[in-house]
Structures are given as structure tokens and as C-alpha cells.
């Protein structure tokens, strides 16, 4: 497939592969290639748009791909748990790989110095850069669109993405098998799908605050989940809750290409981390109420593996064994999505829409094996959403 095309066919996920540092936010707000697209084998081969794969050998949990181990966990260290989206975990990681002489840099993304709202591609080498990046950005990010300034210098790299970001880079590698030396560290979390900037926008309209105004902006952090919080240039603060962000606004506004993701759980990173919810008693739902921050880590490959022992042993992070049996009880939107993504895809055939293609994921066999009402309805619904124009 032709790379315009992917972008033209909302298969896009704006991972910055196809440019080199040159992403540009459309009027959607959505990080996109524009007219900086550079359409080349590299570009070709690696398009998360076009092709994902996890390319591990691992043995395969089919909703919740190649697992070596499960465990919750969280930072020793006060500031970075404080700072940390859920326990600190990535960044705990980070320091390890930067503090034991791992990688040279990370590749990662933060925010943008000249505007609070904007995600800005990061290459941070000190504790301090590091720290700087802690935290979830629920809005577009490029953290690929380093790679090609990186390629041929001598430093090695450890990278955070989401999935589709280090999907791209395990297909780089599968090409290039140098390239496992250059990028040895591949760290994603799990990913519901990027809102476009227009949902902060709206976030900051509901909390009456102009985007000029802005000296800082946080999705979350600072507790667990904590709160979303503007401050403004004269103090004042305003807040809101993770909940009423995530769950009333921002997930309003996922990108299409998120929409029919098989893979929001990072199946080619050597380890990946996400929220590590307490079940809820109650309704079998997990329970976003304020707690300690806790991560979950997925060990996928024996690299993931060594470097979460390597932090355990230095003391730097605390973890006990979690039983994968119980992912679906923390994580239900990610077993759900999985399991309807092959009904997603077989909609969009019919439609006549291009859809990329998970290889390794075995969804047409998870798909008729949780063959449902929900699963007849949601095939509907995409059908629906295609022929409105709404994905
Ligand atoms: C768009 C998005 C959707 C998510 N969906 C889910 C979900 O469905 N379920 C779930 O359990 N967790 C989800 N998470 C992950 C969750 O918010 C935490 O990142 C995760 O629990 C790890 O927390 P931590 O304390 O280990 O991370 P921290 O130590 O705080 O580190 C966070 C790391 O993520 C990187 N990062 C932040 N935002 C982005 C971004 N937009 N793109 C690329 N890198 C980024 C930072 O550079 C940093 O290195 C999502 C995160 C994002 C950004």
C-alpha cells in the first residue's frame, strides 16, 4: 500500500516513521506526515498502518499475546512514583537502562516547552530528562519521528511508544537485524487509543481556561490516577477528574486507526506496562478510585524480563506476581477490544475499506470463538460508522 494512502484510508497512526522530525497536526488534531511524507522502503516496510507483528516466539496467550510473566509493582522512588501515570513503572525502567549504561539515550515523548498542550519527541539521557517525560500524554505523539536523525550516528537507543509506535520498530529490526544493537530496549503501555488535541481543547473550554493562558497541563499524575490539572500563567488551577477527562471527553475523540486496533496492549515491546486497577467487588469493573500507584508489567521477551529483575535488585522498584487469569478483570477494555477486532476488520472489508494486518494475532480464530450478540452488534455498528463517515 501506498503510504498516501494509509493516511487518506484513516489508517494512519502518526507514529513520525515517514518523516524525519517533520510532523505536522491537522485540522482534525491529529498528528499526521502532511506534506512532509516520506514514502520509501523504510517507510513501506515499517508502517504500522499497513502491517503490525510481534515477532516473538514466546508462548502465545490469545487475548493477551506473548507472555513470559505478569506483575504489578511500583517505584521506590517517591518523586518518580508521584510524577508516574500509575506506579512510575516506564520511567523506573528508563533509569535503569540510562543509570546501568544499557542505551546512550532514550527516544520518548513529553511536552513541548513553547506550548503545555503539544507532545514533543524527546531524546533524554540524564535522570532529570527522564523525569521531565513521566506521566501520560492522552494526545497525538511521534516519537518516531527521531529515528531517521538517529539512524547512522554511533549511540544506542532504548525506546518508549505505544504499541503501534514499537510495532514499527520490531518491523524496522525483522529488516534489519543490526538494528537490534541500536535499539535494544523496546518499552510500550497500554493504549485505549490517542485522542485528538481537539479533546484537550475541550477539556480546557469545560474548565474556562483559554490555551494562551496555559503555563502547564497534566492528563494525570501526581496520586493515582490523580487529577487533570491547567495551571495558568496568574496561578490559578483548575482540575478535573480522571474520569470525567478520560471517560467523558477524551475518549470521544480516538483516532480511527485506534478504533480497529487488535493491538492496544504492546505484543512486540520486550515489556509493557499499563494500570494495575484493584478490582472492584462491585460490578466486576476496576475501580478508578484514588490508591497508591500501581503498574502492571507484561514481560513479552527474556531482554523485558532481565530488566525488570535488574530493577527489582537494585531496589529501585518493588513487584509481586500477578496471574494473567485476572488481566481481564483490571483490563476489560483491552480483552473486549481484541476479541471484536477481527468483526471490526471483516466490516470494513465489506465496506470495500483497506484494514492493516495483525500477522501472528490469530483474531479470526479468537473472533469465532467469542462469536456473541455484542459481537454481531458491534460488526453492525462498524458497518454503520463507515457508511456515516464516522470512522
Ligand atoms: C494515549 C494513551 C492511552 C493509554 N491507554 C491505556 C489503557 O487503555 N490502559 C492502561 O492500563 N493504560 C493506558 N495507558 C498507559 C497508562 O496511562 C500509563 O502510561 C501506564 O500505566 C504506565 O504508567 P507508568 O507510571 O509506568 O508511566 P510513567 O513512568 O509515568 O511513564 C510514562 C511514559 O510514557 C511516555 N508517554 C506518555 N504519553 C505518551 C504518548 N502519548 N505517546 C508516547 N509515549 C508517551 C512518557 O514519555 C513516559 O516515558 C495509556 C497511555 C496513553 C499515553
Keep these: 500500500m501506498r503510504l498516501n494512502k494509509v493516511v487518506n484510508n484513516k489508517l494512519c497512526t502518526g507514529c513520525g516513521l515517514c518523516t524525519d522530525n517533520a510532523m505536522e497536526i491537522d485540522k482534525e488534531g491529529y498528528i499526521r506526515p502532511g506534506s512532509n511524507l516520506i514514502d520509501d522502503e523504510l517507510s513501506r516496510k515499517s508502517c504500522p498502518g499497513i502491517n503490525i507483528a510481534h515477532y516473538n516466539n514466546e508462548k502465545y496467550d490469545p487475548t493477551w499475546g506473548p507472555i513470559k510473566d505478569v506483575f504489578t509493582g511500583y517505584s521506590n522512588n517517591s518523586e518518580v512514583l508521584k510524577l508516574g501515570s500509575s506506579g512510575g513503572g516506564i520511567t523506573s525502567l528508563l533509569l535503569e537502562l540510562i543509570s546501568n549504561g544499557l542505551v546512550d539515550h532514550v527516544i520518548q515523548v513529553g511536552v513541548s516547552e513553547n506550548n503545555p498542550i503539544v507532545n514533543e519527541t524527546k531524546i533524554s539521557t540524564t535522570f532529570e530528562d527522564i ?220 465496506m470495500g475499506r483497506p484494514v492493516t494486518t495483525f500477522k501472528g494475532y490469530n483474531l479470526f480464530h479468537l473472533g469465532v470463538r467469542n462469536l456473541s450478540i455484542m459481537a454481531l452488534r458491534d460488526f453492525i455498528g462498524t458497518i454503520k460508522r463507515v457508511w456515516q463517515g464516522r470512522l
Design 131 to 350: 523525569i521531565a517525560c513521566t506521566g501520560s500524554r492522552y494526545s497525538p505523539s511521534s516519537p518516531l519521528d527521531a529515528i531517521r536523525s538517529v539512524l547512522n550516528n554511533d549511540k544506542v537507543y532504548g525506546i518508549v511508544g505505544k504499541p503501534c509506535d514499537i510495532a514499527a520498530v520490531r518491523a524496522m529490526i525483522a529488516e534489519d537485524k543490526s538494528l537490534e544493537a541500536k535499539f535494544p530496549y523496546l518499552i510500550s503501555f497500554f493504549c485505549a487509543g490517542v485522542p485528538s488535541l481537539n479533546g484537550t481543547q475541550e477539556i480546557l473550554s469545560k474548565l474556562k481556561v483559554k490555551p494562551e493562558d496555559l503555563i502547564s497541563f497534566r492528563y494525570r499524575g501526581d496520586g493515582w490516577p490523580g487529577l487533570t490539572k491547567a495551571i495558568t500563567k496568574n496561578g490559578l488551577e483548575k482540575t478535573m477528574t480522571y474520569n470525567e477527562s478520560w471517560g467523558s471527553i477524551l475518549n470521544r475523540h480516538l483516532q480511527s486507526r485506534c478504533k480497529i486496533c487488535a493491538d492496544g496492549i504492546g505484543e512486540a515491546a520486550d515489556i509493557v506496562c499499563a494500570d494495575a486497577w484493584h478490582e472492584n467487588d462491585k460490578d466486576g469493573y476496576p475501580s478508578f478510585e484514588e490508591a497508591n500507584g500501581r503498574s502492571l508489567f507484561v514481560t513479552r521477551t527474556k531482554k523485558g524480563e532481565e530488566l525488570l529483575d535488574m530493577a527489582v535488585m537494585s531496589g529501585n522498584m518493588t513487584v509481586s506476581k500477578y496471574q494473567i487469569a485476572n488481566l481481564q478483570n483490571i483490563q476489560p477494555y483491552q480483552e473486549k477490544r481484541k476479541k471484536l477486532s477481527f468483526f471490526r476488520h471483516l466490516a470494513l472489508r465489506i
